[in-house]
């Protein structure tokens, strides 16, 4: 269906350009937010041309001419746009400068979002590769190839994109058909069925390991302090996990816990405190330490239990960050926090599926280094802490507020259940 024109400008806007804007750009709501931006930074917009899908898989297209006071402000709305998959008609090449400073990008480089993107370099559109908000983008014109580069890993004369000429971005559309997170699309809530939010969740793991693809799990020690340890374990030693994020708070517990019985002192299958329980923490650590490493802990016949046993037992990469609170810390803790985000990084490349459970601060970490398009579940008896991600950026992030034990407890009910159901449907 095409539309006739619909003019807002006005003869006193003289800085003129004119974008392009393709995809589901109706239905995801991608072309209403394209036009408030321009209004709200003070320009104004014509619709030249709009051709919209007759069906929902059929994809829309429109031609808007922007019109601004002055070219600084014409800059800044174009700037705004491209992030949401506007491209200027007029289509020139990136602009690329070198770095003239470690660590240092030049100023007006391009900043990244987490969401598809591709510069255009000698008339060609490139995808860039290792995509990650709040990125810069290095530019190898030899090949050509581009990719998203953190600012404290800039070397001098990497060539680094400036400005949003030659940048388009392809924000994540609505799918058509009915997914897993379909219902569960408004975000974070309290009043939601759990039962059908972990359900969902459960049909997305088994799914994921079927598929073959990557699922990634980043755990706060409540996992441990809460008895839902053996639950998570399960998880590993049944190949829904591929990957471990956690500090060494979760890992701590978890060898306490394997060792005495405990968490912070309290044994967890009566309630009460240990006597002297206080110290076991820091005697668990200890151990680990004289044992040379968690690996190394499983082959001695020391640790013979948990979560992070389960991890070494079922090959699952782990990666344990930490903290100014920690203590020890354990030997597998990366302490510096710069090399902690670049192993991180290499870990999370290929994930296709988050589960985050019981941390704030991992949470949000990790949310800045996944792509958009990565299915992100944040579950928290905070609902702050989903409503963060979205906030900071990871807005793929579905919030599930709830206790961690019931809903690891009724997660693995629920996978369990749909490997009985392949069992005795004979796949």
Known sequence: MKRQPTSLATENSHS????????????????????????????QFSIKHIDIGHARTDPSHAVVEVRAPDEATLEEILAQVCDHGAVPTSQHDCQLQPADIPGTFPEGFYS????????????????????????????????????????????????????????????????????????????????KPKGVMVREVAQELFRNREAGEKTLFVGGPAIVHTGSGPYLEHLIREGFVNVLFA??????????????????????????????????????????????SIPQAVEQGLLQSGVMYE??????????????????????????VLEAQRRMRQMAKGVTFCLMVATTLHSIAVGNLLPGWV???????????????????????????TDVQPFLRSLVEELTALESGQSSTGG
């Open 16 to 43: 003129v350009e004119e974008i392009e804007i393709r995809g589901h750009i109706v239905d995801s709501l991608i072309l209403p937010k394209i036009l408030d931006v321009i209004t709200s930074f003070g320009g």
């Open 112 to 191: 990244t979002t987490n969401q598809r993107t591709e510069i255009r370099w000698e008339g060609r559109w490139i995808p860039v590769q290792d995509q990650e908000m709040d990125c810069g983008v290095t530019v190898d014109t030899a090949g050509p190839t581009a990719r998203c580069l953190p600012m404290t890993e800039v070397h001098k004369d990497d060539l680094i994109v400036v400005g949003h000429a030659g940048v388009r971005v392809f924000p994540e559309e609505r799918h058509v058909e009915r997914h897993a997170f379909e219902f569960m699309s408004s975000g974070v809530s309290t009043e």
């Open 247 to 292: 500090g060494n708070a979760l890992a701590t517990h978890d060898i306490e816990h394997a060792l005495f019985g405990t968490s912070l002192g309290v044994h967890l299958d009566e309630g009460n405190i240990a006597e002297a329980g206080h110290e076991h923490h820091l005697r668990a650590i200890n151990r680990l330490r004289r044992a040379g």
């Open 311 to 336: 991890c070494v037992k079922n090959d699952v990469p782990f990666l344990l960050a930490g903290s100014i609170r920690d203590d020890g810390p354990l030997p597998e803790v990366v302490t510096d």
């Open 375 to 401: 299915k992100v579940v944040c579950v928290d008896i905070n609902p702050s802490t989903a409503i963060k991600l979205t906030d900071r950026g990871s807005i793929q992030t579905i919030g599930i507020v």
